[in-house]
């Protein structure tokens, strides 16, 4: 693969930003149903709008996960680097499952998005030298859940693995499989990309999009800080607005 320079990538950075901002408009939604002060009252677990758009900034989300893994090892980015970025991934997972336990007890986050990741991860990691094969590898992923279901893995033990008969009572599951597949294409778009294509990933953005790009390397910060500031503004402001009247 040509050698790319250490660098930043704007764009790729500006498109993780563009899924945090989703992500957090989504939440916002989310925090306004749950203090029921949307209205009509939303059903974010079955009506298509939310559920479509949470598949939506999922797959983006671990999209630019794969792409990011692409840009880390052509840059050379080594094991002692990418086990200190893991083991942020991996705390702030375990902070999310016992702010869901305290806030949702009956509906916690066991394995959600950051707990996937924790794992997909090193599996892409692992997976890097197999270049074009990452495009069937990632396509059996995402088809697998659909062909195999056993009520063995819809334990709370082994539902991490995706092949369930029905999704767990959780605020957020994001499985191995088939969320797997999506970061796998991601990491082999990357390498295509930056096999003779990296100012695609590289090239300069117009100044509209900055803020969007700084927002995406700081995308774990923001997305462990902006539930708590939501709902801590939306309680401040419930609060008020009962002691107004």
Not at 3 to 10: C, G, I, L, T
Not at 182 to 195: N, S
Not at 196 to 225: C, D, E, Q, T
Request: include cysteine; proline fraction near 6%.
């Amino acid at each position: 693969m040509t050698e790319v320079s250490v660098q930043r990538f704007d764009r790729l950075d500006a498109l993780r930003g563009l899924a945090m901002v989703w992500m957090a408009l989504f939440h916002f939604g989310f925090d306004l149903n749950h203090f029921g002060l949307l209205v009509p009252r939303q059903n974010f677990h079955g009506d298509a709008l939310w559920t479509m758009q949470r598949t939506a900034i999922v797959s983006l989300f671990l999209l630019c996960a794969g792409l990011g893994q692409a840009t880390a090892l052509a840059t050379g980015q080594g094991w002692p680097r990418f086990w200190r970025r893991w083991l942020q991934v991996a705390a702030c997972a375990l902070l999310v499952s016992a702010a869901s336990a305290w806030m949702f007890p009956r509906s916690w986050i066991s394995f959600g998005v950051l707990h996937g990741m924790a794992l997909m991860l090193i599996v892409v990691r692992l997976a890097a030298p197999l270049r074009r094969l990452l495009w069937p590898l990632g396509a059996l992923c995402m088809a697998l859940p659909r062909w195999v279901q056993a009520p063995v893995f819809d334990t709370p033990w082994l539902n991490w693995v995706g092949l369930v008969t029905h999704k767990p009572i959780t605020e957020d599951y994001v499985p191995i499989l088939p969320w797997l597949g999506v970061m796998l294409w991601g990491l082999a778009l990357g390498q295509w990309l930056l096999a003779g294509r990296s100012h695609l990933l590289a090239g300069a953005i117009p100044a509209s999009l900055r803020p969007l790009a700084v927002l995406g390397r700081w995308s774990l910060s923001f997305y462990m800080l902006h539930q708590p500031a939501l709902i801590g503004a939306l309680m401040a402001w419930i609060g008020w607005r009962g002691g107004a009247h």
